[in-house]
């Protein structure tokens, strides 16, 4: 009987301790963002708290400058978003945001810092930059304790291609010095916000927690030591925005913050993936409503931006990263699938925080007319500006991936660049137009060539000359191969990015002979464009190819670069009466890959699927 009253007292004091430590808990589990900066252009700050019944709680702020404008409610009684003015003569510092339910009080020490200086007018990427693209998880694993972290589903497994390999941010600041001495002068890595989905995770396109970084890629403050070594190596770094949709393992999901946070059908309903929808004058309004509002895929559940609370929420996400990580650019995801008018005015909104930021969108469509409707200065018919400065050249790529295969006719071939070109009218400016050979959602380019290594370097000649600037993805540097038609085959490791590969492709010593070929070939092309505005922002002309040959032109008032691709099995000799409207008053030519020097007379040779590039002087 004694020991029965000791164990009855004992699970009676742990019962009242429990009250009493729940009593005691704080009534918000979560604030956000956790902070935030004076001096903003935007002077209005949502903060969303989510707690069992926070919608009961009385708030109130006092701090010189900072006004409570509204508080907003949803039909979720566990979320408030709570509106303030933050007015511009306020100063950087710590204040008390005191909860109170009855006579109860609870209190959230809230610091607004101060912003770096200058800011607001933040330099961005321009068509002088040539971009990499990485994706972290495949590019190198710098810190192997993170390979796997308690609580998230998956860990490191390189013999499956669908799950993740273990690349992380401290991968990326080591090879940073790599980067730069290829030639590249920004960065866009794919996002790397926390996302802790059964499958697929590795590529964080789905997001599960929007003011985390994902532990397995590193903390908060190692996406700033990136930033600063990008910066301390000449880089600008890209921040890649995602605002169609999120990951089915988000928090939110437990427990949505409102009934039309995300776009729900009765069953689920993917995209019909079809843009065109937006250009075409005769579009239905339910295949709009279907492309906009079905979802990307079953484990990406589909924003509705028509929610002003969401549409804050998710303009605040990025701002928040741009102030806090020192980023120097964005670029849009997936951004036709969303109400385009709504997307615009969500660019817009980031970007009067950031007047010189250069934003490049994903609108993968297949003319130039349809891709020129997305680049902001457009003039469309309709009225809509996208607010994209730049924007991706699918049908480039389209074009590099079959010229170089194809027997010359008039319209296959190299007839194929000449009547790309020639489309360029429809842009507003051509010189902000990204070019690339390839990315993580399509074919390498190594695959669209079968191999080929002059088919590939006269790929990276054009590339890397043409009007716009390129973008280079992991990889492409050493001709890195891949699986046709599969996701998971665009996406192969860095070689030499792990402690125990046996090939490493980052040094000369290791990379194979081909590699070197490939690599010195990009490398000297990239070099030469960083230090020759004719190839960033000089005029382009070009003559109609004849025999297999095609010639352009880039030229400005100091210089005059002249590009020669001949796209047939054997050599050939070029006349150059026909260029003497370029070539008038030159003699001389070097080219910039061999270093040897060409007479301007009557004519040149051409060695066999070859590109020459020739400064004429």
């Known amino acids: 009987m004694k020991y029965l009253k000791i164990i009855l007292t004992t699970i009676l004091f742990i019962a009242l301790a429990s009250q009493l430590q729940a009593k005691e808990q704080p009534w918000v589990q979560r604030l956000e963002p956790a902070s935030w900066w004076t001096g903003m252009q935007q002077s209005e700050l949502q903060l969303m708290f989510y707690g069992t019944g926070i919608s009961l709680v009385d708030i109130t702020i006092n701090y010189p400058g900072v006004n409570i404008k509204r508080k907003t409610l949803t039909n979720n009684p566990n979320y408030v978003f709570l509106y303030l003015?933050?007015?511009?003569?306020?100063?950087?510092?710590?204040?008390?945001?005191?909860?109170?339910?009855?006579?109860?009080?609870?209190?959230?020490?809230?610091?607004?810092?101060?912003?770096?200086?200058?800011?607001?007018?933040?330099?961005?990427?321009?068509?002088?930059?040539?971009?990499?693209?990485?994706?972290?998880?495949?590019?190198?694993?710098?810190?192997?304790?993170?390979?796997?972290?308690?609580?998230?589903?998956?860990?490191?497994?390189?013999?499956?291609?669908?799950?993740?390999?273990?690349?992380?941010?401290?991968?990326?600041?080591?090879?940073?010095?790599?980067?730069?001495?290829?030639?590249?002068?920004?960065?866009?890595?794919?996002?790397?916000?926390?996302n802790n989905d059964t499958n697929y995770s590795y590529h964080h396109y789905g997001c599960s927690d929007y003011y985390k970084i994902d532990p397995r890629l590193g903390k908060n403050e190692d996406y700033c030591r990136l930033s600063e070594t990008c910066h301390a190596n000449g880089l600008k770094l890209i921040i890649d925005v995602v605002p169609n949709h999120c990951s089915s393992a988000h928090w939110w999901m437990n427990d949505l913050p409102a009934k039309d946070w995300f776009n729900v059908w009765p069953v689920f309903t993917s995209s019909n993936y079809r843009m065109t929808s937006w250009t075409d004058p005769h579009a239905a309004q339910s295949d709009l409503y279907k492309l906009t509002r079905g979802w990307f895929a079953p484990n990406m559940p589909d924003f509705n931006l028509n929610n002003p609370l969401l549409f804050d929420y998710l303009r605040q996400v990025y701002v928040f990263w741009i102030e806090y990580a020192n980023i120097d650019g964005m670029r849009v995801d997936t951004y036709p699938y969303n109400d385009i008018r709504l997307a615009a005015k969500f660019i817009?909104?980031?970007?009067?925080?950031?007047?010189?930021?250069?934003?490049?969108?994903?609108?993968?469509?297949?003319?130039?007319?349809?891709?020129a409707y997305y680049q902001s200065g457009n003039n469309n018919k309709d009225g809509f500006d996208s607010r994209l400065t730049s924007v991706m050249d699918f049908c480039l790529k389209d074009v590099l991936s079959t010229s170089f295969n194809e027997q010359e006719s008039w319209d296959t071939g190299l007839a194929r660049f000449y009547s790309h070109y020639a489309q360029d009218f429809v842009y507003p400016n051509t010189n902000l137009i990204m070019n690339f050979l390839d990315n993580h959602d399509i074919d390498r380019y190594s695959t669209a060539v079968k191999g080929d290594v002059a088919k590939y370097k006269m790929g990276i000649a054009m590339l890397i000359t043409a009007r716009g600037y390129p973008q280079i993805y992991s990889g492409t540097e050493i001709m890195i191969d891949g699986i046709a038609g599969n996701y998971e085959g665009h996406r192969f490791d860095f070689p030499g990015g792990w402690p125990a590969d046996k090939h490493d492709a980052f040094t000369q010593k290791g990379r194979t002979k081909a590699e070197n070929e490939v690599f010195n070939y990009m490398k000297t092309l990239l070099n030469y464009r960083k230090n020759n505005p004719v190839l960033q922002n000089g005029k382009m002309k070009q003559f109609i190819p004849e025999n297999g040959i095609y010639v352009y032109f880039r030229y400005n008032e100091n210089k005059t670069v002249m590009v020669i691709v001949n796209n047939n099995q054997e050599k050939k000799e070029l006349a150059l009466e026909r260029f003497s409207e370029m070539l008038a008053g030159k003699k001389q030519a070097k080219e910039i890959l061999s270093q040897k020097s060409y007479l301007l007379e009557n004519q040149i040779t051409i060695p066999a699927k070859t590109v020459l590039i020739l400064e004429a002087n």
């Not at 810190?143 to 998956?154: E, F, H, L, R, T």
Request: some cysteine; overall charge positive.
């Open 85 to 194: 003015d933050i007015a511009k003569e306020t100063k950087a510092g710590k204040f008390s945001i005191v909860l109170t339910k009855g006579k109860k009080k609870q209190t959230i020490v809230y610091e607004l810092k101060s912003r770096r200086q200058g800011s607001a007018m933040r330099e961005s990427f321009t068509e002088a930059d040539a971009v990499y693209l990485l994706m972290p998880d495949r590019f190198a694993n710098g810190n192997m304790a993170n390979d796997s972290v308690k609580g998230y589903i998956q860990g490191v497994n390189r013999a499956d291609l669908a799950k993740r390999h273990g690349g992380d941010i401290e991968g990326i600041i080591s090879k940073i010095p790599y980067l730069t001495d290829l030639g590249v002068t920004a960065l866009w890595t794919t996002p790397l916000f926390d």
């Open 348 to 371: 817009q909104s980031i970007r009067e925080e950031y007047p010189k930021m250069n934003v490049v969108g994903e609108c993968w469509v297949k003319t130039p007319a349809e891709i």
